[in-house]
């Protein structure tokens, strides 16, 4: 999080943080547009902050003026107990009126309320952030595990990134991963695609998984 606090981030960087405090700030149906958009950014900074909110680590400080502003505390804590406080829409930390860092203890601030679907919409965005990491190797391996979890929910996330991947390592794991999810469709011409795509695939991990579903089909009724 210190890492975050430069003077000036980059143009990428603002633009993540603005999306950040509005989705925290606003609990409306704006809020899941601002998710998918956090979700393709690959931003530190945005894993960050959203795991934060998932453990109640972002705090509310009302302006003298009354508007709310997002933040995170700072691990380091003085003699009383007291952190800095990030401002969540630049990274720099929170002044007050006579240019020092104002300090707080947790219970000082009120932390951003979530819910149990909130969370949830929230580890999705972590889940794939890394598909957006700047390191194709990171990608990859994000990929083989959204391909792994089983979930449908990542279907489109994974096709989504594939119609935008340059690396062709990258592009093979992204491939693969939405064959694994399309084994859980309902609908068999999509599975035998799939299961005729990680065939071709050759891939020790997919192969694993075929021999595994024909020994479930075998000992099925």
């Known amino acids: 999080l210190l890492a975050a606090t430069a003077p000036a981030p980059p143009a990428a960087e603002e633009g993540v943080r603005r999306a950040l405090t509005q989705a925290i700030l606003d609990d409306g149906s704006e809020r899941a547009k601002l998710l998918d958009e956090i979700a393709r950014s690959g931003s530190k900074a945005a894993h960050d902050v959203l795991t934060a909110w998932t453990r109640d680590g972002v705090f509310l400080y009302e302006e003298p003026g009354g508007a709310k502003l997002p933040l995170l505390l700072e691990d380091q804590q003085d003699g009383e107990g007291k952190s800095r406080a990030i401002r969540?829409?630049?990274?720099?930390?929170?002044?007050?009126?006579?240019?020092?860092?104002?300090?707080?203890?947790?219970?000082?601030?009120?932390?951003?309320?979530?819910?149990?679907?909130?969370?949830?919409?929230?580890?999705?965005?972590?889940?794939?952030?890394?598909?957006?990491?700047?390191?194709?190797?990171?990608?990859?391996?994000?990929?083989?595990?959204?391909?792994?979890?089983?979930?449908?929910q990542y279907l489109p996330v994974l096709e989504d990134r594939l119609a935008r991947e340059p690396n062709a390592e990258v592009r093979r794991a992204l491939n693969e991963g939405i064959a694994l999810l399309q084994l859980h469709n309902t609908n068999a011409a999509t599975q035998i695609d799939a299961i005729s795509r990680l065939a071709k695939a050759n891939d020790i991990g997919a192969l694993d998984v075929l021999k595994a579903l024909a020994a479930s089909t075998q000992a099925g009724p």
């Open 88 to 152: 969540i829409d630049n990274g720099r930390f929170l002044a007050g009126p006579d240019g020092h860092d104002l300090r707080f203890a947790g219970g000082d601030l009120n932390p951003v309320d979530t819910d149990m679907k909130l969370r949830q919409s929230i580890q999705r965005v972590l889940d794939t952030l890394a598909l957006a990491d700047p390191d194709p190797e990171s990608r990859r391996s994000a990929a083989s595990k959204l391909g792994n979890s089983g979930k449908l």
